[in-house]
């Protein structure tokens, strides 16, 4: 049955006139009247008692008329949900990211309307795999075999921030190994993400592991316990930029601890227009400079 007779079959129920039926759903009465025609064969039954100036429901007519209106009802919220599931499909981004990005996606939400959902936890190679992310941020990127579009879009490097009131808080450089007795704020040793190792590598290739009082799993929330002075902590100098607070300073620290980020995705992936506009954004803030 092709539910828009029965759409049609509705409406000449509750006009009961097939004239002004066919008004209201700008077709014409002949039409109309051979899709009733083609309903009433297939049930094998009449639906309408008929006279010059009236068409109403009989009795299969009337058992009929509840379950057109629920077919049609759901057809309708059928169509509306596959509707509202694309909508947001097109105005919703996933991305997996090994850098903070929360600022760009802020303003890039701003600028398009579209919302960037980030996933910080997890591979995010197989992310890209299984669907579950369009794009991904990635650090110190290796080949991958030639699977990734990969471009480059920062570079940034490791610094030592502490209170203004700390005694290091004075030096503009200094050896990393000078912090081994140092009491630090970090990301938990838990927390397996590159981040973390790259931080925690360069200690160790300094000579020490690190005295971890406190630990956060944001750098935002390090940020806020270094300006209470509860310790130093090593983050990334333009990952801090937006975080930073007046109660915390910034020392270089050598050797240098270095890192590239790239924005990847699959290369036998076609993006959605949401991801192009995304790559489009982050090439025009593209930052490969100390």
């Known amino acids: 049955m092709d539910i828009g007779f029965l759409k049609e079959f509705l409406v000449v129920a509750q006009e009961g006139k097939l004239g002004e039926a066919a008004e209201r759903l700008f077709t014409t009465s002949s039409s109309l009247s051979k899709h009733i025609h083609a309903m009433e064969e297939e049930y094998g039954v009449l639906l309408f008692e008929r006279s010059r100036k009236a ?15 629920k077919i049609v009802q759901m057809q309708a919220e059928a169509q509306k949900e596959l509707q509202d599931k694309a909508v947001y499909a097109q105005n919703v981004l996933s991305i997996s990211t090994e850098y903070r990005v929360f600022e760009e996606a802020i303003e890039f939400r701003k600028k398009h309307h579209i919302s960037v959902l980030i996933n910080e936890n997890g591979e995010s190679v197989d992310f890209l795999k299984n669907g579950v992310c369009e794009l991904a941020f990635r650090i110190n990127l290796e080949n991958e075999k030639g699977e990734l579009v990969s471009i480059p879009y920062r570079r940034d490097r490791l610094v030592m921030i502490c209170h203004k009131s700390h005694p290091l808080a004075k030096c503009k450089q200094m050896n990393l190994a000078d912090l081994k007795n140092e009491e630090f704020v970090l990301f938990p040793d838990t927390q397996e993400g590159i981040i973390c190792k790259l931080i925690t590598g360069a200690c160790r290739k300094a000579g020490f592991v690190p005295k971890i009082v406190f630990t956060a799993t944001t750098g935002n929330n390090i940020v806020n316990y270094v ?64």
């Open 55 to 69: 068409m109403i429901l009989n009795d299969y007519g009337q058992a009929l008329l509840p379950y057109a209106e």
């Open 227 to 290: 300006a209470q002075n509860i310790g130093i902590s090593l983050l990334w100098e333009k990952a801090l930029t937006p975080i930073m607070r007046d109660e915390i300073t910034t020392v270089e620290v050598y050797p240098q601890t270095e890192l590239e980020v790239f924005l990847c995705y699959l290369k036998d992936k076609k993006l959605s227009d949401a991801a192009r506009a995304f790559t489009r954004f982050i090439e025009g803030k593209r930052d490969m400079e100390f």
